[in-house]
C-alpha cells in the first residue's frame, strides 16, 4: 500500500502568514488522486481538495492544492484564526485508501 | 445539506460483532454517483479506511478488514451500515460514516460527526 508522509508534524505559525505543507507518497499516486482534508479538535475531518488541486464546493480560495507523481502540496495563503488545525492527505489512486499522519498547524 | 449521523454501541466486547448505522438525511442514498461508507480514527493508527458500498450492491472494502466486514444500504430508511466480526481491542476507535460523491475517485465530501466504539470486557 501506498504510505503517505507529511511534513513538518507541527507548525507554529500566527494569523496571516502564508502556510505549505507537505506530503510525500512512497510511490507515485495514480491519476495525481490526492485529496487534502482539515480536522479541528471534536470534528470530523472536512474535504478541503480533491484531484490534487480542485478545491470543494464552498472552500475558500485561500486553500490551493499543487504537485504531481509523489509529491503533493496544500497552500493555505493567508492564515485565518479558523484555519489553525490538523491537516490530512489522502490517496486515492491505488487500493488501499490511505492517509498521511496529519500536519498540526497551531498558533 | 447532507448530514450523516452514526449510532450504534459504544461498547463491545471482545470477539463479539460491532454494527453500526448511518442514518442520512438531506439526501438520498440512491443517487446513482453516490457511495456510502465507513473510516476509523485511532491514536495509534490515525485514519483508516474501512470501505465503501453502492446500493446496488458494489463494494470496495479494505484488503485487511476484507475478512470481517459487512456493508449494506437500506434505501428504504435512507441509511446504510457496517459490521465487523471479531473484533478486538485493535479496532477500538471513532468511526465515521461517510459519503464518496464521485463514482471515480474514493474521496469524501460528507462525514458523520463519528462515533467512539471501545472494545474491551
Known amino acids: 500500500e501506498i504510505v503517505l508522509t507529511q511534513s513538518p508534524g507541527t507548525l507554529s505559525l500566527s494569523p496571516g502568514e502564508r502556510v505549505t505543507l507537505s506530503c510525500r507518497a512512497s510511490q507515485s499516486v495514480s491519476n495525481n488522486f490526492l485529496a487534502w482534508y482539515q480536522q479541528k479538535p471534536g470534528q470530523s475531518p472536512r474535504l478541503l481538495i480533491s484531484g490534487a488541486s480542485n478545491r470543494a464546493t464552498g472552500i475558500p480560495d485561500k486553500f490551493s492544492g499543487s504537485g504531481s507523481g509523489t509529491d503533493f502540496t496544500l497552500t493555505i495563503s493567508r492564515l485565518d484564526p479558523e484555519d489553525f488545525a490538523v491537516y490530512y492527505c489522502q490517496q486515492y489512486g491505488s487500493s488501499p485508501v490511505t492517509f498521511g499522519q496529519g500536519t498540526t498547524v497551531e498558533v | ?121
Open chain 2, 1 to 121: 445539506q447532507l448530514h450523516l449521523q452514526e449510532s450504534g454501541p459504544g461498547l463491545v466486547k471482545p470477539s463479539d460483532t460491532l454494527s453500526l448505522t448511518c442514518t442520512v438525511s438531506g439526501g438520498s442514498t440512491t443517487i446513482y454517483t453516490s457511495l456510502w461508507g465507513w473510516i476509523r480514527q485511532s491514536p495509534g493508527k490515525g485514519l483508516e479506511w474501512i470501505g465503501t458500498n453502492h446500493y446496488n450492491g458494489h463494494t470496495n472494502y479494505h484488503p485487511s478488514l476484507k475478512s470481517r466486514i459487512t456493508m449494506s444500504v437500506d434505501t428504504s430508511r435512507n441509511q446504510f451500515s457496517l459490521k465487523l466480526t471479531s473484533v478486538s481491542a485493535a479496532d477500538t476507535a471513532v468511526y465515521f460514516c461517510v459519503r464518496r460523491p464521485d463514482f471515480y475517485g474514493e474521496y469524501y465530501d460528507s462525514w458523520g460527526q463519528g462515533i467512539l466504539v471501545t472494545v474491551s470486557s
